[in-house]
């Protein structure tokens, strides 16, 4: 009797030991904050990866850099110190064109157009981040990008002297050909920066205007729509192929229906964005015909140069889209 109990007691004891060495944790640092719709995305896409998973991945989201900072977050995920992350592309502008495509102003300026423009990057992401040991697991467009200032802005000229927050290689171009003055700034600080009188401008979604109060420091935002930037999820190659085949299809699954969401997501909350924006004191502007003119001219001059640059990638990646 009391062998069998004893047995029976050590088999349970090796069934919870082998369990736990199944589990799989990994951390996901992201830059923003828990009011943010991709954070808001990310929590759901959490759960959904322990469920499918039947929890044999564990993965703890680290919201509002406060694992990595936005800058950190790729390199991080390369080197396996996190084994996920979300990243806002344009931020890798200087290391390779390919993750500067979505931040040209005017070559996407709607959902569906940023969807096709999505299409046509992807096999070219995917190739890029493969060959320095990452897996692309799903990317989510921002809402479109405006102008926020203080400043009565008619056309391109009224832009020029402007503290510009520059948050990525191509917010910094576009402060430079408009003549305002770049300061880089991350969105962790962005408040921080305006109320100190460190920028008194930026460019970049209603979202962003709503998760840092920015209708506390200035009240008017030009809806110029000029770009829809994406945030994509990323995995460790090798920490990915460290999984079981049925933990794998979970992960992607859960990115695909993550992906899936957050587009819907992100249309949903941009209107919500506004109008909270508007309750809070802020004017939205719709922009006269010659900045939309003079922000356009920008725009082809800046794809012009993407090209040069770009190369035979680039071009193939301009004429998939041009398909569609």
Request: net charge positive; charged share 25%.
């Given at each position: 009797?009391?062998?069998?109990?004893?047995?029976?007691?050590?088999?349970?004891?090796?069934?919870?030991?082998?369990?736990?060495?199944?589990?799989?944790?990994?951390?996901?640092?992201?830059?923003?904050?828990?009011?943010?719709?991709?954070?808001e995305?990310?929590t759901?896409?959490?759960?959904?990866?322990?469920t499918?998973?039947?929890?044999?991945?564990?993965?703890?989201?680290?919201?509002?850099?406060?694992?990595y900072?936005?800058?950190?977050?790729?390199?991080?995920?390369?080197?396996?110190?996190?084994?996920?992350?979300?990243?806002?592309l344009?931020?890798?502008?200087?290391?390779?064109?390919?993750?500067e495509?979505?931040?040209?102003?005017?070559l996407?300026?709607?959902?569906?157009?940023s969807?096709?423009?999505?299409?046509?990057?992807?096999?070219f992401?995917e190739?890029?981040l493969?060959?320095?040991?990452?897996?692309?697991?799903?990317?989510?467009?921002?809402?479109?990008?405006?102008?926020?200032?203080?400043?009565?802005?008619?056309?391109?000229?009224?832009?020029?002297?402007?503290?510009?927050?520059?948050?990525?290689?191509?917010?910094?171009?576009?402060?430079?050909?408009?003549?305002?003055?770049?300061?880089?700034?991350?969105?962790a600080?962005?408040?921080?920066?305006?109320?100190?009188?460190?920028?008194?401008?930026?460019?970049?979604?209603?979202?962003?205007?709503?998760?840092?109060?920015?209708?506390?420091?200035?009240?008017?935002?030009?809806?110029?729509?000029?770009?829809?930037?994406?945030?994509?999820?990323?995995?460790?190659?090798?920490?990915?192929?460290?999984?079981?085949?049925?933990?794998?299809?979970?992960?992607?699954?859960?990115?695909?229906?993550?992906?899936?969401r957050?587009?819907?997501?992100?249309?949903?909350?941009?209107?919500?964005?506004?109008?909270?924006?508007?309750?809070?004191?802020m004017?939205?502007?719709?922009?006269?015909?010659?900045?939309?003119?003079?922000?356009?001219?920008?725009?082809?001059?800046?794809l012009?140069?993407?090209?040069?640059?770009?190369?035979?990638?680039?071009?193939?990646?301009?004429?998939?889209?041009?398909?569609?």
């Open positions: 009797m009391f062998k069998k109990l004893s047995l029976l007691t050590g088999s349970l004891a090796l069934a919870f030991s082998a369990a736990a060495q199944a589990q799989t944790k990994w951390d996901l640092p992201s830059a923003y904050p828990a009011s943010n719709f991709h954070v995305n990310l759901t896409f959490v759960k959904d990866v322990d499918l998973s039947e929890g044999k991945l564990k993965i703890t989201l680290h919201n509002n850099a406060s694992l900072k936005a800058p950190e977050i790729k390199r991080a995920v390369q080197g396996n110190q996190a084994q996920i992350g979300e990243i806002l344009t931020n890798f502008a200087n290391e390779d064109p390919i993750y495509l979505d931040g040209l102003p005017f996407a300026t709607g959902y569906d157009a969807f096709k423009l999505y299409q046509a990057q992807k096999p992401l190739k890029k493969n060959a320095h040991g990452m897996t692309l697991l799903y990317a989510v467009a921002w809402p479109p990008q405006g102008v926020f200032a203080n400043k009565d802005i008619k056309q391109i000229s009224d832009m020029k002297g402007l503290k510009w927050r520059a948050y990525s290689p191509v917010t910094a171009k576009i402060a430079e050909l408009v003549g305002a003055q770049p300061v880089t700034v991350q969105q600080e962005l408040a921080q920066a305006l109320a100190t009188g460190v920028i008194d401008s930026y460019m970049s979604s209603a979202s962003t205007g709503y998760d840092t109060k920015t209708y506390e420091y200035i009240k008017k935002f030009y809806d110029t729509q000029a770009w829809l930037p994406k945030n994509a999820v990323i995995v460790n190659k090798k920490a990915f192929e460290a999984l079981d085949p049925a933990t794998q299809e979970a992960l992607k699954k859960a990115g695909a229906q993550a992906e899936e957050g587009w819907k997501l992100s249309q949903e909350k941009n209107k919500w964005y506004q109008e909270e924006l508007a309750k809070n004191g004017e939205t502007i719709k922009p006269t015909v010659e900045l939309k003119e003079g922000l356009s001219v920008i725009g082809k001059r800046m012009d140069d993407w090209l040069k640059k770009a190369g035979a990638d680039g071009q193939a990646m301009i004429d998939a889209y041009k398909k569609q």
